[in-house]
C-alpha cells in the first residue's frame, strides 16, 4: 500500500522510470551505434556493444555488452549488462530497469556534484583528506576553521554550472574529531 501510494503521489518520477527503462532498453535493441535518445537531462546512447547514459556533467555512466535477454520460464524480457555482481563480487550478467537506472544516475550526478565542490574548495586552499558518503572532510588551523567551514557551506550550497537550479545546500561543523 505504501509503495503504490508513493507512486501514485510521485508520477513525475514514476514515469522518468518508465523513460528510461524503454530508452534503454531501445539502445539495446538498435545495433547500429547511431541510436542517442534525450531522457529528461540525461541521454542514453549505444556505443559499440554498450550502453551509455550521458550525465549532465557530460561523464558517462557505461553498460558494458547490454543486451536484452528473455528468460526461458517466464518469457520475460530484461534489460542486462555485464557487471560486477555486489554480493558474490563475481563478473556476470546482470539485469536493470528505470528504477535502477535512475538510481545510478541520482548517484552519479551526487557525485559529480561533489567532486566539483572539492575542485573549487582545492583552488581554496582547502584539502579534501576523507569523504563519506555526501560528507566531505577536512583539516583546518584553529584560527581558519571558522572560514573554511563556511567556505565550504557555500561551496556546497552552489550548484555547479552544468546543473543550473538544482537545489543544493551544505551544512558544516567545527570540532576535534570526526563524528557521524
Known amino acids: 500500500n505504501i509503495k503504490v501510494a508513493w507512486r501514485g503521489s510521485n508520477p513525475k518520477v514514476v514515469q522518468f522510470w518508465r523513460d ?30 554498450h550502453v551509455v547514459i550521458v550525465l549532465p556533467s557530460k561523464r558517462g555512466l557505461f553498460y558494458r555488452n547490454a543486451a536484452l535477454e528473455t528468460d526461458i520460464d517466464s518469457g520475460k524480457v530484461s534489460s542486462t549488462y555485464m557487471g560486477l555482481n555486489q554480493y558474490t563480487r563475481k563478473w556476470e550478467r546482470l539485469r536493470t530497469y528505470g528504477g535502477k537506472l535512475a538510481e545510478n544516475i541520482t548517484q552519479a550526478v551526487a557525485r559529480d556534484c561533489m567532486a ?50 538544482l537545489p543544493t545546500m551544505g551544512d558544516g561543523w567545527v570540532g576535534d574529531r570526526y563524528r557521524k
Not at 26 to 39: E, I, P, Q, T
Request: hydrophobic content about 40%; some cysteine; proline content about 2%.
Open 20 to 49: 528510461l527503462d524503454v530508452a534503454f532498453r531501445s539502445a539495446c535493441a538498435d545495433k547500429s551505434n547511431s541510436f542517442s535518445h534525450k531522457v529528461g537531462k540525461v541521454t542514453i546512447a549505444r556505443w559499440g556493444g
Open 116 to 165: 566539483e565542490v572539492m575542485l573549487a574548495a582545492n583552488k581554496q586552499g582547502i584539502k579534501t583528506l576523507l569523504t563519506v558518503h555526501d560528507e566531505l572532510i577536512t583539516e583546518a588551523e584553529n584560527d581558519k576553521a571558522d572560514w573554511q567551514s563556511q567556505t565550504l557551506e557555500q561551496l556546497m550550497s552552489t550548484p555547479p554550472a552544468w546543473a543550473a537550479g
